[in-house]
């Protein structure tokens, strides 16, 4: 069984970076997609960004396209999302998640394992 593990969250100023990692045990990145999903309070999950298994191909939500960057090291098993140039937008739990091979193509819905999540809070 996949379990997943969040950490890096905290406060950041507007403008700050912050990276997140995602530790994954149970099964070998090279079999698993990764997403990140984040929400916000009074809103409902929003999918930020996933990295494919076998051929690291990533993808991105408009509105973190070009502050965000989704990475692995497949020898830690661990999934990284680097947020720069953040906004009080970007304030959130985020979640990493899994549901195998893919990144879902249905969304966040598509997910099946989930890990526990991190706070975000993007604030001067």
């Known amino acids: 069984q996949v379990q997943l593990v969040e950490s890096g969250g905290g406060l950041v100023q507007p403008g700050g970076s912050l990276t997140l990692s995602c530790s994954v045990s149970g099964f070998s990145l090279e079999y698993l997609a990764i997403g990140w999903v984040r929400q916000a309070p009074g809103k409902e999950r929003e999918g930020v960004s996933c990295?494919?298994?076998?051929?690291?191909?990533?993808q991105y939500a408009d509105s973190v396209k070009g502050r965000f960057k989704i990475s692995k090291d497949k020898s830690k098993n661990t999934v990284y999302l680097q947020m720069n140039r953040m906004i009080p937008e970007d304030t959130a739990v985020y979640y990493c998640?899994?549901?195998?091979?893919?990144?879902?193509?249905?969304?966040?819905?598509?997910?099946?394992?989930w890990g526990q999540g991190t706070q975000v809070t993007v604030s001067s």
């Open positions: 990295i494919g298994s076998a051929d690291d191909s990533t």
């Open positions: 998640a899994t549901d195998g091979w893919f990144c879902p193509s249905n969304g966040v819905a598509g997910f099946s394992s």
